[in-house]
Nanobody, 120 residues
């Protein structure tokens, strides 16, 4: 059994910053790609950014220059530093990870989501 637990969401004013964390725990051999998605009310879930185990990254165009994804492989944790936040960044942010389990399987997991609200 593997769990992804997100933290760091909350209410922030426009122009502010937040740092999200997502820690994977359980029957983990290693983590492969890890990433963040978000879903705003009435909209489809969309990719924010992902990071390979090697450190290579990819960002959605609207997040480039404002968001930074990073990871700590030793802690099986991925981070999302969000700066210059805008009201349109308001959404539930979900962690996603491809994990090799101790049993030798590659499985994609989702976290439960953390709310980010950008409002004055």
């Amino acid at each position: 059994q593997v769990q992804l637990v997100e933290s760091g969401g909350g209410l922030v004013q426009p122009g502010g910053s937040l740092r999200l964390s997502c820690a994977a725990s359980g029957s983990i051999f290693s983590t492969n790609n890890m990433g963040w998605y978000r879903q705003a009310p009435g909209k489809e879930r969309e990719l924010v950014a992902f990071i390979a185990r090697s450190g290579g990254t990819n960002y959605a165009d609207s997040m480039k220059g404002r968001f930074t994804i990073s990871r700590d492989n030793a802690k099986n944790t991925v981070y999302l530093q969000m700066n210059s936040l805008k009201p349109e960044d308001t959404a539930v942010y979900y962690c996603n990870a491809d994990i090799y389990t101790i049993e030798g399987r590659l499985i994609n997991y989702w976290g439960q989501g953390t709310q980010v609200t950008v409002s004055s």
